[in-house]
């Protein structure tokens, strides 16, 4: 069993005889408590220290066996009057600054972009050690704090296992299982419970810091494509022009050229746009990206045609009638009528029922039509007249804004007109041609492929009947590109397919009698007249050449990316409430002992050096062996120090 005695033996290493205490210790003993001689089973106190030697001998080793703890020279350390106070205040001042600190780090990194996940981890890591660092000087100011409230609290008798508890509060919880700790020391037991329930925040306040998707908008200085149909030097690319001494690649040098159409590229583009109706997909910095574009290109303009040309269109109209006739057929109706004219060099205007002669001559920049529109828009009628109209090509600024989301693509903007482009001159020999000018004609060949034909009623006839005779059969029959594309759904264009409902007189039908597919063609067109659906054509092709990267030039925008990235956010309330909570209860323990220094000096720690010298001092004494059972039941739950018997050989 060990034993509980203090000796201070020799420099010999022998035990030396009981000694009397000095009269100062004695002094200090209670009524009926002093401490007593080793020999009859009490405590020996060390001899009084030198103070000047205090520092040095402290620092002198201890050893402990297993039957009698021996403490050589021992000398109890001087009271460092304001270590425990300036240790209480530091350390919460310490925590309160992790504390602010952590949360104004988080702050700081709300609605930030991540930039990649070690970045993120290191942050993490950042504030799990603020977290950390807050907790455990906290728990240090607290603890400081507990101690000294121990030594207020042992002026009342106290039963061992309730001091062991009190003494042994910050290493195991089981210590607040005892119901005579919260009863004798309420403000400790209060105290450590607290301390203990500072290692909760750590877990909560690192986890209010969270990722959440969201987006960054970026501009900078990119190149980016734009039609290059202006330049000269790019006309090649769009028109098929030879020269006038053949097109062999050791003619590719002669200024002098012959337009002779679009190339094929130019054909194929414009077909794509007037499908569906829509610019074509074109190329994107980014998936979300947006930047502004401006540059020269061709547009289209229709307006109404003047008497002379109307006259020139029922001729034309007249002539493809005739063209019609066949043995079995004849056209009878003429719903919608376009062809693109052409001029002779004798300057006599002939309108022709093919599309346009397909040689090096005059022909012209325009596409002249004539369609059938009920003269009132809405009700049931039968009421129709025709319309002329011309459309023409002309040069025009184009200021655009290209945005993509993701695979959504949007083009806003407008063309302002500038100046009509003719049809190219047959250039004389050895003369510059004006391959922008070419280009510009490809560019209107090519759309008005898709709007020119005939949409008209035919009455079958038979080999043994006159052309008038009325036993007919009739049906209606295109004979267009327009078939083929967007400008199927036009307003103007509702007389032809009306032909149906009646073979010998068209009536307009109310939108819900029309069957789904013509349904669908007026709501792709949005049931538009033909100027608004060309014009518009017209704008989509123009801005979808910039399609083909072969059909482009480079030029530096500012682009606007808007990138899927990663931001920082923060849940305040889940990490400044455990903060303020945890300031609060510190700061009012802080302030308990604070008060405490105030009002009953610094009290020494519960270092074993300080128990020893608060026993020295008589701030620990130990109760004499009671005369009787019924006298310790009678004086409370005191602790009395075991005898030590004497070791063999003494």
């Given amino acids: 069993m060990m034993e509980n005695a203090l000796h201070s033996p020799p420099s010999g290493g022998e035990d030396p005889p009981a000694s009397t205490p000095s009269p100062r210790t004695a002094a200090q003993s209670g009524p009926g408590i002093a401490p007593q001689d080793p020999n009859n089973g009490s405590l020996v106190l060390p001899p009084a220290a030198n103070p000047r030697n205090t520092r040095r001998r402290s620092r002198q080793t201890s050893t402990v066996s297993i039957n009698t703890i021996t403490v050589r020279r021992y000398l109890p350390r001087r009271l460092h009057k304001w270590e425990s106070p300036l240790l209480i205040v530091g350390f ?164 002098t050229r012959v337009f002779s159409g679009p190339r094929s590229i130019i054909t194929l583009l414009t077909a794509a746009t007037a499908s569906p109706g829509e610019i074509l997909s074109l190329p994107r910095p980014a998936n979300h990206s947006v930047y502004t574009l401006e540059f020269y290109g061709p547009a289209v303009k229709c307006t109404k045609a003047n008497s002379t040309t109307i006259e020139w269109i029922d001729k034309a109209i007249e002539a493809e009638i005739e063209r019609s006739i066949t043995a079995t057929s004849r056209q009878v109706e003429t719903a919608y009528h376009a062809f693109v004219p052409s001029i002779f060099p004798d300057h006599i205007l002939s309108g022709q029922a093919d599309v346009r002669y397909q040689s090096a001559t005059n022909a012209s920049n325009e596409v002249w039509m004539a369609f059938q529109r009920y003269d009132n828009g809405t009700g049931r009628n039968c009421s129709t007249s025709r319309h002329y109209q011309v459309c023409n090509l002309w040069n025009a600024t184009y200021d655009l804004m290209l945005s993509w989301e993701n695979d959504f693509q949007s083009v806003s903007g407008k063309a302002e007109l500038l100046h009509e482009v003719g049809y190219p001159p047959v250039d004389r020999a050895n003369a510059t041609t004006e391959m922008t000018q070419h280009a510009y004609s490809a560019f209107f060949w090519a759309l008005a492929d898709q709007i020119v034909g005939t949409f008209g009623r035919f009455n079958e006839t038979f080999f043994n009947v006159t052309l008038n005779n009325t036993d007919t059969r009739g049906f209606p029959l295109i004979r267009s590109p327009i078939q083929h594309n967007s400008l199927l759904g036009s307003s103007d264009l509702s007389v032809f397919f009306d032909y149906n409902e009646d073979l010998n007189i068209a009536c307009q039908q109310p939108y819900e009698n029309l069957t789904a597919q013509r349904q669908q063609d007026i709501d792709r067109a949005r049931g538009r007249p033909l100027k608004d659906l060309i014009e518009e054509l017209s704008f989509n092709a123009t801005i979808s050449l910039m399609h083909n990267d072969l059909l482009t030039n480079q030029t530096e925008r500012n682009v606007t990316e808007i990138r899927d990235v990663n931001r920082y956010g923060y849940n305040p309330y889940a990490l400044w409430i455990p903060y303020a909570l945890a300031s609060f209860f510190t700061l009012l323990t802080v302030s308990i002992g604070v008060i405490g220094f105030l009002t009953g000096g610094v009290k020494p720690g519960i270092k074993f050096q300080d128990v020893m010298a608060a026993v020295e001092r008589g701030e620990i004494r130990v109760a004499p062996d009671p005369p009787s059972g019924a006298a310790e039941e009678a004086e409370g739950p005191t602790h009395r120090l075991p005898s030590t018997p004497e070791a063999p050989g003494d």
């Fill in 92 to 255: 919460f001042i310490l925590g309160l600054v992790c504390s602010i600190s952590h949360c104004v780090f988080y702050a700081s990194l709300e609605n930030t972009i991540v930039p990649n996940s070690a970045q993120q981890e290191n942050n993490l890591r950042v504030g799990t050690a603020m977290a950390f660092l807050a907790q455990i000087t906290f728990t240090a100011s607290v603890w400081q704090t507990y101690d000294q409230q121990i030594w207020r609290h042992l002026d009342r008798p106290l039963s061992m296992v309730t001091l062991n508890d009190i003494f042994g509060a910050q290493n195991s919880m089981m210590s607040y299982l005892n119901a005579d700790f919260v009863k004798r020391f309420p403000l400790g037991y209060f105290m450590g419970l607290f301390a203990w329930s500072l290692i909760l925040p750590p877990f909560f306040t690192p986890g209010t810091l969270f990722i959440y998707e969201s987006t960054s908008m970026v501009v900078s200085p990119q190149m980016v494509p734009y039609l290059g149909i202006a330049h000269s030097s790019n006309g090649h690319a769009f028109s098929f022009s030879p020269s006038d001494k053949g097109d062999r690649f050791n003619f590719k040098d002669v200024v």
